[in-house]
């Protein structure tokens, strides 16, 4: 609501209880607007940008090449920690954004994708 309005509203005998209403009004709606959108997820493509509790999760995707069926596929951030086992140092690596890929005995894995 523009100031000339708010001003004619007041000039016309509207009282200050209705512009107050029609104000709540406007806003509730503006909300209701807001609310119904989507949220607008952002792709992360460096690892170091991902933040760490995202990284080993399923809104990660990592590049999987199977070295003995010479296949690729992709996989999650949940199965990509599967692979890592138990290489802890591999995994701090990762999360400190200072490795995007690993091998494990017959396959090797590539940070893809991250969209949050």
């Known amino acids: ?45 460096d690892i170091k940008d991902v933040p760490k509790d995202k990284i080993f999760s399923k809104s990660s995707v990592f590049r999987c090449f199977n070295r003995n069926t010479k296949c690729e596929t992709f996989i999650n951030g949940v199965q990509a920690d599967a692979y890592i086992g138990i290489q802890d140092a591999v995994r701090k690596k990762i999360l400190s954004g200072e490795l995007s890929a690993f091998t494990t005995d017959d396959a090797y894995i590539k940070f893809e994708k991250a969209v949050l």
């Open 1 to 45: 609501m523009k100031n000339n309005d708010a001003e004619d509203m007041l000039l016309n005998n509207v009282s200050l209880d209705e512009l107050i209403k029609m104000r709540i009004e406007k806003e509730f709606l503006e909300d209701l607007k807001k609310s119904k959108e989507k949220p607008k997820k952002r792709e992360y493509t």
